[in-house]
């Protein structure tokens, strides 16, 4: 095995943890906050957010919906609640939200339900003074891959899911994605079976079982030229997602002809923007990234 499909095969054998539950903080002054507002139904389950909202100001804002880590099988909402309530003082919407861990539903439960997210937000745009032409997505790890995969697969119909705002479009304009898993197909080829637990409780089968689903699920397969601007966040040290992946999808976007940036945590790893001393960078970059494609 290659040295790349080794710490591949390591990375993933056991359970990607969660990112660190950030500490506890005040609401600032100038942010309004609606908690657990349901964003999409399935039968009787209910799928919630938390809604930040801009006291001072004229709006309609850009938005930006927040997605948590946790190997798509732990996390809440409450993850990028400091984000959140940060970007709402410089003039963003924010919605943190929750979604379907594997536990409950396997892929693509949880882009059916971050898609049905930004739906519900473009078609309550007026009710919270949402630009709904500025909706932007950051995420960490789990979330990561789903706010990048929000960024290429806005035009395939197979991932929209049920979760409400039918004929409401999903697609995003901007992404911010920390530390991402971009390609499982890099990954399944690398490791065969042995790819490790959480991913293919994530996909419900392994690489060597269905492939297909592995390929289905990668952002790295929906790049093209419509694909959102993006700005990958990861440490360079990250043992549990490669850096590799945020590399190797900034490229393939570029050559796509799509804007592009990386930050890179020197010495750093995973989770590492929920931590000193990467927070405040780490804020800062996304800050200046959303300004410049959203406002």
Same mark, same amino acid.
């Not at 349901?38 to 100001?57: C, F, I, N």
């Not at 909706?135 to 990561?144: H, L, P, V, Y």
């Given at each position: 095995m290659k040295k790349?499909? $080794?710490?591949?095969?390591?990375?993933?054998?056991?359970?990607?943890?969660?990112?660190?539950?950030?500490?506890?903080?005040e609401l600032p002054a100038?942010?309004?906050?609606?908690?657990?507002?349901?964003?999409?139904?399935?039968?009787?389950?209910?799928?919630? $957010?938390?809604?930040?909202?801009?006291?001072?100001?004229?709006?309609?804002?850009?938005?930006?919906?927040y997605i948590h880590g946790g190997g798509w099988v732990n996390g809440g909402k409450n993850a990028f609640e400091r984000q959140a309530a940060y970007m709402a003082t410089k003039g963003f919407v924010g919605a943190c939200i929750e979604y379907r861990l594997s536990g409950e539903a396997k892929f693509p439960a949880a882009i059916y339900d971050s898609k049905?997210?930004?739906r519900w937000l473009r078609a309550n745009a007026a009710k919270y003074q949402v630009n709904p032409n500025k909706?932007?997505?950051?995420?960490?790890?789990?979330?990561?891959h789903l706010v990048a995969l929000l960024g290429t697969s806005w035009k395939v119909k197979e991932l929209e899911g049920a979760g409400g705002n039918a004929g409401v479009s999903s697609r995003v304009q901007a992404v911010a994605a920390f530390?991402?898993?971009?390609?499982?197909?890099?990954?399944?080829?690398?490791?065969g079976a042995g790819a490790g637990k959480a991913v293919s409780d994530f996909l419900g089968a392994n690489y060597a079982q269905n492939p297909g689903r592995w390929a289905?699920?990668?952002?790295?397969?929906?790049?093209?030229?419509?694909?959102?601007?993006? $700005?990958?966040?990861?440490?360079?040290?990250?043992?549990?997602?490669?850096?590799?992946?945020?590399?190797?999808?900034?490229?393939?976007?570029?050559?796509?002809?799509?804007?592009t940036d990386l930050f890179t945590g020197k010495g750093a790893k995973h989770a590492f923007f929920n931590n000193p001393p990467f927070y405040e960078p780490t804020l800062k970059k996304m800050e200046e990234f959303f300004t410049k494609t959203l406002k």
């Open positions: 790349y499909g $080794l710490f591949l095969l390591l990375a993933f054998t056991g359970l990607l943890p969660a990112q660190k539950a950030p500490a506890p903080f100038g942010v309004e906050m609606k908690k657990d507002v349901v964003y999409a139904t399935y039968g009787s389950r209910e799928v919630h $957010l938390d809604l930040y909202l801009p006291k001072d100001g004229k709006g309609p804002f850009p938005a930006v919906v049905a997210a930004v909706i932007g997505a950051a995420g960490g790890s789990a979330g990561g530390n991402p898993v971009t390609d499982f197909v890099s990954i399944g080829k690398a490791t289905e699920a990668s952002p790295m397969t929906y790049v093209d030229a419509d694909s959102a601007p993006t $700005l990958f966040l990861h440490g360079d040290a990250d043992t549990t997602v490669p850096y590799r992946q945020s590399v190797d999808m900034r490229d393939k976007l570029k050559a796509a002809g799509v804007y």
